[in-house]
């Protein structure tokens, strides 16, 4: 009994110290769901650009997509892989507009810059309505805070020795699927599905670009997010901020053909 008393002494020690205090809840926004005033007008976007792939019930079905590959993405599964928030959650409507706006390079996704921001807002607003998931608030979370690239990244110089480490973190990591050598060949490539049964093939990370966008912080956001729906983890735990950098400078060099360093 007493040691009972002590046990539990010890862990209302701990409450009033804060040790045991939950984690703050991420910020909520400041709506749930689509917002309805915006989704007659997104509905006629939608079906002006995006059906022809997508589908008319968003289950990527549309007459286009035979044969593409990657498949278009089904929104009815409220399933998004380019997103600022952790794995496992929504994607920000900015998110979702950086998508639209910019593409998905080596995909069918093209760019739609000649929509105006109102009809990106719709659109998104209409994009909400597939899935059940927009109307739960504990699929949303904040937006992870990105940090800024170290200085050494734009330091020619600097940055060879910090890719040489980066290698190491990738050969550790992402060797097994995307291959010693960055092109989506590695041992595990072959047997990758995504969450619908279809092949989820590793990214070339030789090539210009990713699908996520071509900037540092676009592969530095992917590695802290992970892609919701393939095998691709975050990273955010197993690794540091610095070995992030590291590993993004080393994804650098691919592209650039400097591989062997």
Same mark, same amino acid.
């Given at each position: 009994m007493k040691g009972l008393r002590a046990i539990l002494g010890l862990v209302a020690g701990l409450v009033l110290a804060g040790d045991l205090s939950p984690a703050p809840r991420p910020a909520m926004p400041a709506r749930v769901g689509p917002d309805d005033a915006l989704v007659p007008e997104g509905r006629f976007v939608f079906e002006r650009n995006c059906l022809v792939c997508h589908?008319?019930?968003?289950?990527?079905?549309?007459?286009?997509?035979?044969?593409?590959?990657?498949?278009?993405?089904?929104?009815?599964?409220?399933?998004?892989?380019?997103?600022?928030?952790?794995?496992g959650s929504l994607p920000t409507d900015t998110d979702l507009a950086r998508t639209i706006r910019g593409g998905l390079f080596g995909t069918s996704m093209p760019t739609f810059q000649h929509l105006s921001d109102r009809e990106v807002k719709a659109v998104i607003e209409?994009?909400?309505?597939?899935?059940?998931k927009w109307? @739960? !608030?504990?699929?949303?979370?904040?937006?992870?805070?990105?940090?800024?690239?170290?200085?050494? #990244?734009? &330091?020619a110089a600097a940055r060879?020795?910090?890719?040489?480490?980066?290698?190491?973190?990738?050969?550790?990591?992402? @060797? !097994?699927?995307?291959?010693?050598?960055?092109r989506g060949h590695g041992p595990a490539a072959e047997n #990758?599905? &995504?969450?619908?049964?279809?092949?989820a093939l590793p990214a070339d990370l030789s090539r210009p670009s990713t699908k996520s966008g071509p900037e540092p912080r676009d592969l530095y956001r992917v590695l802290v997010t992970g892609l919701n729906g393939t095998p691709m983890p975050s990273f955010l735990e197993s690794t540091t901020e610095a070995q992030r950098w590291e590993l993004v400078a080393y994804l650098l060099s691919l592209r650039a053909g400097e591989g062997g360093l």
């Open positions: 589908g008319k019930w968003g289950d990527g079905r549309g007459e286009m997509a035979t044969g593409m590959v990657p498949r278009p993405r089904k929104f009815t599964a409220g399933t998004f892989k380019f997103r600022s928030t952790p794995s209409y994009v909400k309505t597939f899935s059940r109307t @739960a !608030p504990e699929n949303y979370a904040a937006p992870l805070s990105l940090p800024q690239p170290p200085a050494w #990244l734009s &330091d060879p020795q910090h890719a040489r480490a980066g290698r190491l973190v990738f050969l550790a990591n992402c @060797a !097994p699927c995307h291959g010693s050598e960055g #990758l599905e &995504d969450d619908w049964g279809q092949p």
